[in-house]
């Protein structure tokens, strides 16, 4: 399987962009490297009227410092992201390309006025980062609402699916169930 780098998008938790490395690898059966934060792009993707991050230009940014090669390259974001036609995005990924681009902004119970959940923290980052990487693999949305490649819109829905690909998608990509 393709090597994945996961690259933090200072400023975010670096230790928890750390502790997903290893099981964001388990799902996809690969090798996972955590690179140094990358620093400059947040900034340059900030949009003032809105007061959040251009999920698309983060990716270009990304595409800039890690060009099209065979790694999967993941950019970790500790800001709200946008694309201008929504709201908010969790992430956003190039379908079946190199880089995808999530957020742990909204994963976290503490922006809705609930006290802070670690785990669930965890939980819903790893669900995300398999989800924008798994599109990066060339994987649609799934109807197995269990499965990782399920559409999420709210935290609620991230915490109703499970962070590990179904047997349909797994075989999409070449993996045995
Ligand atoms: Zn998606
Ligand atoms: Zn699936």
Known sequence: MVPIRIVPLAPVNEELVRTVAG???????????????LRSAMDRTYDISRGQ???????????????????????????????PVLTYVFGEAQLDGTAAVMSVYRLDDVLYGLEADPVKLFERTLKE????????????????????MHASTTVDDIDLKGAGLCPSCLRQIGMQP
Do not use: Q
């Open 53 to 83: 991050y251009n999920s698309t230009d983060l990716i270009r940014m990304l595409l800039e410092r890690y060009p099209a090669g065979p790694e999967k390259v993941l950019g970790v974001a500790g800001a709200d992201l946008f694309v």
């Open 129 to 148: 980062c398999v989800h924008e990487l798994g599109h990066t693999f060339g994987l649609l949305h799934c109807r197995d609402y269990d499965c990782a």
């Open 23 to 37: 099981p964001v690898g388990s799902v996809f059966r690969t090798e996972v490297t955590v690179e140094p934060p």
